[in-house]
């Protein structure tokens, strides 16, 4: 095989989006990949498996025999020709595999006797996603963070909006946070996860960012856990607290977990399907927690929550559920929080209103701006 030519500034394939095509098989596409990559394996999950067991077997020379006679003929021109469609969308697209090693090479060298010339990416997979952990570590450790909390329903994820600083991990992580956190169409996996979010922080760095400020969470938001370093950072930081009476709270959880989430299940589930999903969300939620609650307050919540959608199904009315929502506040989620506070009150930066400590982020947004970091 010809020498062609490998892609190995890492950096500049996150900053500037470069397209990647994914050669690697499905299975391993769907465990972890790249924003920018597409999936267009050179082999299936299952012609993989018959080479891998091969090649334990019989050795390398015999598992490439059998990959050249499983991707051969019909097989092989139709692949090589998706792959030359989509350099025709996307001409400046890199190849990768695992590790750079033989499947990304025998593609480019197919694709060299068509006459495209493509880079394939020194390492791989593996190298890329090493850059990215990395880069993550980085910023956990030389940048600074700060961290708004607040009671449950205090608006924290829409303050974020509002903050320049802001890295919006529940964003990244396609969940709200809590038990009744989950939103429809899934959660990533956690490689891409991490994945989003360090290449979020390789692009803000690069512009000249150095502070941040995230939202109070736990290590795991819905299933997708936070970097431990940048669990540990978070653990450490200053935190600002926003004080949200609790009939507000209440409010804004009905608007965020009844009202906004029933339309999102409707928009991806339709009128029929999506009604069932939603209460079942509302439901299931609300078991999770029974454990915590008792049996007599899981019990007494269930009833107002089940009245509560009774009366949504029947009209479109979601001012019932305020009742259940009052009371999870009262009962279980405000104790939690003030338990909790207490013991992170040495670390209480700034306290206030909404607009209080959005104008404290902004303050030190400002003052940010004007000075150099020396290790960020």
């Not at 890199?94 to 006459?115: I, K, M, N, P």
Request: charge should be negative; glycine fraction near 8%; aromatic fraction near 8%.
């Amino acid at each position: 095989m010809s020498e062609l030519p490998l892609e190995t500034n890492l950096a500049r394939i996150f900053l500037e989006d470069v397209p990647l095509i994914d050669l690697r098989a499905p299975v391993e596409f769907k465990e972890g990949a790249f924003p920018n990559a597409v999936s267009l394996p050179l082999m299936t999950d299952d012609e993989r498996a018959q080479v891998g067991t091969c090649y334990k077997q019989q050795g390398q020379a015999a598992a490439i025999e059998l990959g050249h006679k499983l991707v051969g003929g019909a097989v092989r021109a139709a692949r090589i020709e998706g792959w030359l469609a989509q350099l025709r969308q996307q001409p400046d697209a890199l190849l990768y595999c695992f590790r750079g090693g033989l499947r990304s090479q025998t593609v480019q060298q197919w694709l060299a006797d068509e006459g495209v010339i493509r880079p394939r990416v020194a390492g791989g997979y593996k190298e890329l996603r090493r850059f990215l952990i990395d880069t993550q570590e980085s910023a956990s450790a030389q940048c600074h963070w700060s961290v708004l909390t607040g009671m449950t329903g205090s608006g924290k994820t829409h303050m974020l909006a509002k903050i320049a600083q802001s890295v919006d991990l529940e964003g990244h992580a396609h969940h709200r946070g809590s038990s009744f956190g989950q939103l429809p169409g899934g959660q990533p996996s956690n490689i891409n996860f991490e994945n989003r979010l360090a290449i979020e922080l390789l692009k803000r760095r690069h512009n000249g960012e150095h502070a941040f400020v995230v939202e109070d969470e736990s290590r795991l938001i819905g299933r997708c856990a936070l970097p431990l370093n940048l669990y540990e950072a978070m653990c450490q930081a200053p935190l600002v607290v926003v004080e949200v009476p609790q009939e507000e709270r209440a409010e804004q959880i009905r608007v965020d977990y009844v009202q906004d989430l029933w339309q999102r299940y409707l928009e991806m589930y339709g009128s029929e399907a999506g009604w069932p999903q939603f209460a079942g969300y509302l439901t299931d939620a609300l078991a999770r927690l029974k454990r915590r609650l008792g049996d007599k307050d899981h019990r007494e919540l269930d009833d107002l929550m089940q009245a509560a959608l009774n009366e949504q199904a029947s009209t479109g009315d979601t001012t019932l559920h305020l009742a259940w929502i009052r009371l999870l506040l009262t009962r279980y989620y405000d104790p939690m929080y003030l338990y909790q506070l207490n013991n992170k009150r040495e670390r209480i930066q700034f306290r206030g209103d909404k607009q209080a400590c959005l104008a404290y982020f902004a303050e030190q947004h400002a003052r940010q701006t004007h000075q150099e970091s020396p290790t960020c």
